[in-house]
């Protein structure tokens, strides 16, 4: 199954920390009701809206700093943030994806896979396992 904007029953929450890239998805998503754009570093924003949530949503983790014009915030990754405010949060059965897997070697904010592991299987009721470069965080049951 495919979704796209189009799909008014899927709510779509999105952050971008750099103001071009901001603008530019204001005015691409401006039709759509169903989007909320915010502006700003996830790792600070996320609880705002993560912690309400009362039914079970997809994440899609790839916020990070990679050169050229995309924005850095204080540190290269917010993602370690960003998961702890997701695993935390009253919801338990959300599904997270993050992207390049390749990069979490415990340097720059990005954690080490073992490190990764421990905070998902030991404090958490998550699985969680990588392929094609995307880890996934999955509900157990
Ligand atoms: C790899 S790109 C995301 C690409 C996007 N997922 C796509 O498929 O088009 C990373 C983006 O994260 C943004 N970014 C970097 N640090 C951030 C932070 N702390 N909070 C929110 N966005 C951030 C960058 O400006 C950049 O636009």
Not at 25 to 37: A, C, G, Q, S
Not at 95 to 117: E, T
């Amino acid at each position: 199954m495919t979704y796209t904007a189009h799909d008014k029953n899927i709510h779509c929450t999105s952050i971008e920390l750099a103001d071009n890239y901001y603008q530019r998805v204001i005015r691409r998503f401006e039709p759509y009701t169903n989007i909320d754009l915010l502006h700003g570093d996830s790792g600070d924003l996320m609880p705002t809206f993560v912690n309400q949530m009362t039914e079970s949503a997809l994440f899609w983790l790839d916020g990070h700093y990679s050169g050229g014009s995309n924005a850095q915030g204080d540190i290269d990754t917010p993602v370690s943030a960003e998961l702890s405010v997701i695993l935390t949060s009253p919801c338990k059965t959300h599904v997270i994806l993050i992207d390049d897997a390749r990069r979490f070697d415990g340097s720059n904010g990005y954690p080490h896979p073992d490190n990764l592991h421990k905070t998902v299987q030991v404090q958490t009721n998550y699985c969680i396992e990588a392929s094609t470069d995307i880890i996934r965080i999955t509900p157990k049951n």
